[in-house]
């Protein structure tokens, strides 16, 4: 027989498990592909709808989190192959052995088995990569249709060639090695059960009970498979570390995101200002969900400063807890070089560049002020001056240590250094915002008066009859002023926020998807190998759901060991590396646990499929 | 001595087999009775049809007509769970190729039908050490089958088919895989068994086991050719 008519005829001869390994691989390439694919789109839409929207903070920690899941996608990619032919391999370790016995040469035996690998994997690779391109085509074109923000950006080929190579080479090792193995050893050993049962003598015979017996058997099945049960475990960790990563990291990102947001803006903070800064002040917190480039605005104007009567009068107003009165204005900003002395060496080092950029000033009584913002360093102190806290947009795009550095205000009646004192995350004017003490800028400017005022109202009061007391003396006052609540404006950021990592919690349904695949193949295989005993176990007396049982119980094995495994790995990552400073309360543990247990549930069912149906089948046919 | 009591009744039993377009017919109509404590034999030619009918006393598999009574119940038209109870209680099974479960040691081998019966662990325990002792394989309590010779797997089996204590008792082609030497050892046993009183079905060709019959069931291409007393 040639070494091509005898690769083609086995394969043939095992149509159910040739036809399982091809489309197990064509699917493991095809997700995997569809899904670096997918990823690079989102991170492309991403940065694309972030494009003069989201701080540089929030792009930073997405950008993270997809860099993250896509490296995870492409490992389990590579783990989900390699297990698959590892399994089709070490499937013909016997025929192997009957091989070498009847005397044919090793390298005969080599070059039949490898023609036969080298077929499966290119037609795998090869079908795996067109459909992988097709789901991605269909899959862009159908969000598009639903009006979702997905880039139309050709298909990067780069990618398609990478994964098909890189899969091919790690396929071809994978299926390689069982081959030579094989060959290496003698005709007996590879015949003999004890070499790919692996099995060894126990020592002490005990009873067992009936659920024991079962578990008894599971367990022995599971180790003397150890290297399938070792691939599908690590397999299966990697799948449950991009689940976890993706919905734990995913929900707590969210959360905490959406923390920032709400602590920067202010919750149930009501704005106080001229009609037309009430305008503006809207634009500039909307600036982080819509890509709007603002107009020249002068808030230094006379009319938008807010006379002193207004503010005696909302100083008398019993039910407002807290003032906040702040004077914003747009100025140039430059950030300094700064230095820092090393006292072990002695040596000091120049960092940082001269940026020029325009930012949104805002001054602040720093005691008195609504918010509070996610800030690496310090808030601004009563008692002290010329101090400023920036965005992190500014702190990103203009300086290189902004705690190490001070920034150059121009304008006024001089030019005034700043020393940077805390980088704050601020959805307003998408972070390109700097703060610094009311006093000092109106000093520097000359103006005495503000521009704005937030104010929070005592919870204990009816909102609704407090705000048009409020609206009906701000009117009184000057017809011109506005009176309004930010927490609408709070809902669509947090809103912009949700809709951004709900696309990234997407992505693992895929892998999670493949992942059941392979437990599938890993259950076949397990009913492949034991077929015969199941038939015995049945014949003498065991019921068709006990034969489920035992299966089930490898399965819930192997899931639950690296579910646990994966979990733990996930949380550590997404709260040590991903996200921090997490917030994480009681309801976000409940849902991530929900959303975990709902992915194990799903699995567990998933791969119990093909067990079900052979418990189905008549004794017989499992016994021929 | 045996008794009149009846524990197999088949009559017009037919199994035909559908091989993608091709209907081969197993059984033709086989007629016979076995009564309690008889040794019966089913002999005749590879392909006539024995493990099949064996298979269906067994309740491994189902006549496609006719009907096969085994201790008064009609096989046919019980459904799996009856059958799997039915065959644990009632029927030792021995296979020509053994068919012992590879990851469980002799001892749990032997074992666990009564633990699907379950019997009490001291029983167990005790049943286990005795039918070792029948088999003459106390020494190999503790190992796998994978580790026996293919005479001493097929011991085991006789000692598994037995551990219930099932009223009958059947065997496909015991000494099929073994040389004459190992084959006396099964022969041995067999017979010491049939001197309990143990009903005993058998398909084979084995001289040996041949003499030990009460009736002999000769099958051709599917056909009850003489019933020999």
Known sequence: MSETFFPINDLLRRKLQTSLIVVSLILSVASTLFLLLFCDRIGFGIS?????????????????????????????????????????????????????????????????????????????????????????????????????????????????????????????IFGTKPILDTTKIEPAKALSPTYYLGISKESGFKIVSKSGLTIKIAMRSLFRRRLATIRIFLCLTTVFILVTVAVAGGIIADQTTKSW????????????????????????????????????FNYTDNKYLLSDELLNQLNQTSEIMRIDMRLILEASIREMPGYIFNSETGVTTSIGDSHNGVSLIVGVEPEKVLNEWFLDGEFLKENKSWEAVIGDSIAHKMFTLPLKQKLLLFGGQSNRYFDVVGVCVDPINNGNVTYVPLKDLQNFTGITKVNIVLVKIEAANDRTEVLNKIKTNVKAVNPNYEVFELNEI?????????????????????????????????????????????????????????????????????????????????????????????????????????????????TFIFSLYPAIKFSKKPLLEIMT | MPTEKMVVLASNLCKTYEVGDLKV???????????????????????????????????????????????????????????????????????????????????????FPMEWNRKPENHIKKRVEELLEIVGLQHRAEHFPSQLSGGEQQRIAIARALANDPPLLLADEPTGNLDAKTSIKIVEILKMLKENGKTIIVATHDEQILRLANQIIYLEEGKLVKPVE
């Open chain 2, 25 to 111: 017919e197993a059984l033709k109509n086989v007629n016979f009775k076995v009564k309690n404590g008889e040794f019966t034999v089913i002999s005749g030619p590879s392909g006539s049809g024995k493990t099949t009918l064996l298979n269906i006393i067994g309740g491994i598999d189902k006549p496609t007509s006719g009907r096969i009574i085994v201790f008064g119940k009609n096989l046919g038209v019980k459904d799996e769970d009856f059958l799997a109870t039915f065959r644990c209680r009632k029927v030792g099974f021995v296979f020509q190729s053994y068919n012992l479960v590879s990851t469980l040691t002799v001892a749990e081998n032997i074992a």
């Open chain 1, 490 to 602: 709070l809902a669509e950021n947090i809103s912009f926020l949700g809709y951004v990592w709900s696309t990234i919690m997407f992505l693992p349904a895929f892998s999670l998807a493949s992942a059941s695949l392979c437990l599938m193949c890993y259950i076949t295989l397990i009913l492949t190998e034991q077929r015969q005993e199941f038939g015995v176990l049945r014949a003498l007396g065991a019921k068709p759901k006990t034969v489920l049982k035992i299966v089930s119980w490898q399965s819930i094995v192997v899931l639950l060991s690296s579910y646990a495994l994966g979990i733990a790995f996930g949380v550590i990552i997404t709260l040590l590396i991903l996200v921090p400073e997490p917030l994480v309360t009681s309801f976000t543990i409940i849902e991530i646990a929900w959303w975990l247990l709902m992915a194990l549930v799903a």
């Open chain 1, 261 to 296: 947001v709400e602590k920067a803006i202010g919750k149930d903070v009501v704005v106080i200002a001229h009609q037309e800064i009430c305008s503006q002040y809207k634009l500039l917190l909307s600036k982080f969900y819509e890509a709007e480039k603002l107009s020249q």
């Open chain 1, 48 to 172: 694309l709808m972030a494009e003069g929207m989201l701080t540089v903070g929030f792009s930073v920690a997405l950008s993270r989190f997809i860099i993250f899941i896509g490296i995870l996608i492409f490992v389990i990619g590579a783990l989900l192959i390699s297990f698959m032919v590892f399994v089709m391999m070490s499937q013909r370790v016997r025929d192997i052995g009957l091989m070498k016995a009847a005397g044919c040469p090793n390298d005969l035996i080599f070059g039949y088995f490898m023609n036969e690998l080298f077929i499966v994997i290119f037609l795998g690779c090869f079908l795996g990569v067109v459909l992988g391109i097709v789901a991605d085509f269909a899959f862009t074109n159908i969000l598009i249709s639903l009006n979702f923000q997905i880039s139309q950006k050709p298909t990067n080929l780069w990618i398609v060639l990478l994964i098909f190579a890189l899969y091919f080479i790690i396929a071809l």
